[in-house]
């Protein structure tokens, strides 16, 4: 059979690796496909820069619109990244009856609806896997393999960057900033790194999984999200003294009222598995009723790690391009009639433990105002850290208290009204805590 022509939308990190991976291993994937698959047109913004790829037989341009409107082509690959040209891009492939393989979280997470619904008038698929958490399979395992549980939750440490951070400014005790530098020149970073430390990107992908999860609709406009650019390196030594560990995660969990849909700090105990995944490395956990909790861990960036989530999707694509549309896997995981209108919920009203870190006056009766705030917005305490002043200080001591779990509303007043106290210094420190444990 004549291989599939395939057409790619930019040769930066992540196209540059899709060739390469393509070509390298392209006997073993065509014994998987059937078919062989073959780049041959691409565009790139600079054709005169240096690739990490060869790209001898592959005609190139400058127009992405050249190779979406290549008639020759029956699948396009967006690795362009970035919204509007790339949704543009990717409804023209699809108008033009193309499939679509595209690595863009962004794109998926704000305009996923529109583009599957685009893509199922025309009966072409949409596969997304490098998006999230870039070559952990994430996507096929919670779509396909976990097809026959209700998920109850998912948390993933699903940005590097962030995660890289954490980790330096634990075992180095660095600082923030020149962290995030050198992950960017190691190209983790986002191309704007605050949609990696602001929890963005991580909201991106924490979208995408909660409505493959819990068959609903895209709604990334309604995800919290927190970024880790408050916390000190004070905050990650108080909680490793306390058991726990500081991870940027991402949670969707079903409730009875709703879904919760978070991106933000979190300490969980240090036991965990997912607390013990460092530097760039990603991994998601998830909650199924049959299964248990599964954990998935990988590579979340690079170039061939994303290529290799690309080229599954290429795969995919291929081996099913005959198949009747009502046949394939939904994009969803859940048929498009059957996503449900579950809302998600506000932050007020999710419910989680909590990390509270504050500068208290060091006199008689301080921490007693602070346990009768907590005890009348009925907070129990599971365990307060309080340290010794600082020579030549104010005199003044951090307090940090851990918590049971309560409604966030009610947490939100008890920090109204200890900031309110006139011993205790504003702002107070909250971060979520999770056991993690069914
Ligand atoms: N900036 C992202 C990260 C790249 O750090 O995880 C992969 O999506």
Redesign the pocket.
């Known amino acids: 059979m004549n291989p599939v022509k395939v057409g790619l939308l930019g040769l930066g990190t992540v196209g540059g690796g899709t060739v390469k991976v393509l070509t390298r291993n392209a006997q073993e994937i065509m014994r998987r496909a059937g078919r062989g698959i073959e780049i041959v047109h691409a565009s790139a913004r600079d054709l005169g820069k240096p690739r990490i790829c060869d790209t001898t037989g592959i005609t190139l341009t400058q127009d992405p619109f050249e190779v979406v409107n290549n008639p020759e082509l029956q699948v396009i690959v967006e690795l362009i990244g970035g919204m509007d040209q790339a949704r543009e891009l990717v409804l023209r492939a699809i108008a033009n009856g193309k499939h679509v393989v595209t690595a863009n979280?962004a794109l998926i997470a704000k305009h996923g609806n529109e583009i599957f619904a685009a893509a199922r008038v025309k009966g072409v698929m949409v596969a997304f896997e490098a998006a999230v958490a870039?070559g952990i399979p994430i996507i096929k395992a919670i779509r396909e393999g976990l097809a026959g549980n209700r998920i109850e939750w998912l948390a993933g440490i699903?940005?590097?960057?962030?995660n890289f951070i954490l980790t330096e400014m634990r075992d180095k005790g660095r600082d923030f900033a020149d962290v995030l530098a050198e992950?960017q020149r190691l190209g983790?970073?986002?191309a704007d790194p605050t949609?990696?430390v602001e929890g963005i990107?991580a909201a991106h992908?924490l979208t995408i999984l909660a409505s493959i999860a819990f068959g609903i609709p895209l709604q990334f406009d309604k995800a919290y999200t927190e970024g880790i650019t408050r916390i000190t390196r004070q905050d990650v030594g108080y909680a490793e003294k306390l058991g726990y560990r500081i991870k940027h995660l991402g949670i969707a969990r079903r409730t009875a009222e709703g879904i919760e849909l978070r991106v933000h700090p979190t300490l969980i105990p240090h036991r965990r598995l997912i607390a013990n995944v460092d530097g760039?490395m990603?991994a998601v956990l998830v909650q199924g009723d049959a299964v248990g909790p599964t954990l998935f861990y990988g590579a979340?960036?690079g170039a061939e790690p994303?290529a290799s989530a690309v080229v599954a999707d290429l795969v995919d694509v291929v081996r099913t391009l005959t198949a009747d549309p009502e046949n394939r896997v939904p994009h969803l995981a859940f048929q498009p009639d059957a996503l449900s209108d579950l809302p998600i919920l506000p932050m007020e009203k999710v419910e989680t433990a909590y990390y509270l870190r504050m500068q208290a006056q060091d006199r008689p009766g301080v921490l007693a105002d602070v346990t009768r705030i907590l005890a009348d917005q009925s907070i129990s305490i599971e365990a307060i850290l309080q340290k010794a002043p600082v020579n030549g200080g104010d005199g003044s001591v951090p307090v940090v208290i851990l918590t049971h779990r309560i409604r966030e509303q009610q947490m939100n007043e008890a920090i109204r009204r200890i900031e309110a106290l006139g011993t205790i210094a504003a702002p107070v420190m909250r971060m979520r805590l999770e056991h993690l444990a069914k």
């Open positions: 979280k870039g699903i940005n590097g960057t962030g992950a983790y970073a986002e949609f990696d990107d992908k760039v990603n979340g960036a994303t």
